[in-house]
Nanobody, 121 residues
């Protein structure tokens, strides 16, 4: 079993900041990447940002320059610092971890339960 526990969502005014955290625990042998996706009402889930075990980040164009992803692979934690938030950032944010359970195992995508981020005045 692999568990992902997210925290840090909430309500913030436009221009404000929030920091999301996600901690992975359980039967994890190795993690290749961690990241964040989001899903707004009536829309498909989309990539926000990911970071590899080699510390290489990837960002959606819509968040470049505003969001920063970071990680602690020793503790299996990923963070998303969100600055200059806009109403269109409102969504449920999901943590994603690609991990293997033992040496030689395939990498599998695991998902958190989601945390709501609402940007509104």
């Amino acid at each position: 079993q692999v568990q992902l526990v997210e925290s840090g969502g909430g309500l913030v005014q436009p221009g404000g900041s929030l920091r999301l955290s996600c901690a992975a625990s359980g039967s994890i042998f190795s993690i290749s990447s961690m990241g964040w996706y989001r899903q707004a009402p009536g829309k498909q889930r989309e990539l926000v940002a990911t970071i590899t075990s080699g510390n290489i980040p990837t960002y959606a164009d819509s968040v470049k320059g505003r969001f920063t992803i970071s990680s602690d692979y020793d503790k299996n934690i990923v963070y998303l610092q969100m600055n200059s938030l806009k109403p269109e950032d409102t969504a449920v944010y999901f943590c994603n971890v690609r991990g293997s359970r033992y040496r030689g195992d395939y990498y599998t995508a695991y998902w958190g339960q989601g945390t709501q981020v609402t940007v509104s005045s």
